[in-house]
Structures are given as structure tokens and as C-alpha cells.
């Protein structure tokens, strides 16, 4: 059974930090992708960062946000320092494999809030 469960959610101030996790069962964590999407109230989901055979982040969280994996762990972490309003939403987990050309496998976890105040 796949599970990905997000931790590290909360209320903070514009520019304080939080670290997300994402810890995770059912497949083999070090064959995936491992990343962040984020949907804030009335938007949709947007793509925040990934680790996989290279780190890529969303040009609005370069430089503030950190995505680090422990494979050992199966755990996947999102370092968020500098934080605004606007990065408020709730923060999806998600783990991804390219099976062949036409197909892939993605996994979601349940989501955890994040709510910055000025």
C-alpha cells in the first residue's frame, strides 16, 4: 500500500521558515521523483519543487525554498525560509517514476496547510 503522509504545516509570520516533510511507503522511494505542488485558495495546483536525476523549483520560490531526499528515510523535505503571503496553500507531496515512453506513475499525498500572515 502506497502512503505518503506531509508533516511541518502551520501559521507563521512573512518571513519566518517552516520544513515540510513527506514520509513514505509502498514503493521504491529511490526509483522516483520526488517533489512539491502547492494549491493556494482559488488557484490551481501549482508545481514548487522536485529531486529526481535534478532539483528544479518554481521561479517564485528560487533562493527562499530547499528540496532535500534521504533515501534511507524514504522521506522527502521542503526547507521554506523568507516566507510571504503568497505562500499560502496547502502543500501536496508527490512521487512520480516514467514507466515507459507513453506512461507513468504518480503518487499524492494528502496535503498539509500552510498559512503565512503579514
Known amino acids: 500500500q502506497v502512503q505518503l503522509v506531509e508533516s511541518g504545516g502551520g501559521s507563521v509570520q512573512a518571513g519566518g521558515s517552516l520544513r515540510l516533510s513527506c514520509a513514505t511507503s509502498g514503493f521504491t522511494f529511490g526509483l522516483y521523483t520526488m517533489g512539491w505542488f502547492r494549491q493556494a485558495p482559488g488557484k490551481e495546483r501549482e508545481f514548487v519543487a522536485e529531486?529526481?536525476?535534478?532539483?528544479d523549483y518554481a521561479e517564485s520560490v528560487k533562493g527562499r525554498f530547499t528540496i532535500a531526499r534521504d533515501n534511507a528515510k524514504k522521506t522527502v523535505y521542503l526547507e521554506m525560509n523568507a516566507l510571504r503571503p503568497e505562500d499560502t496553500a496547502i502543500y501536496y507531496c508527490?512521487?512520480?517514476?516514467?514507466?515507459?515512453?507513453?506512461?507513468?506513475?504518480?503518487?499524492w499525498g494528502q496535503g498539509t496547510r500552510v498559512t503565512v500572515s503579514s
Open positions: 529531486s529526481g536525476s535534478y532539483t
Open positions: 508527490f512521487a512520480e517514476v516514467q514507466r515507459s515512453i507513453n506512461s507513468r506513475t504518480t503518487y
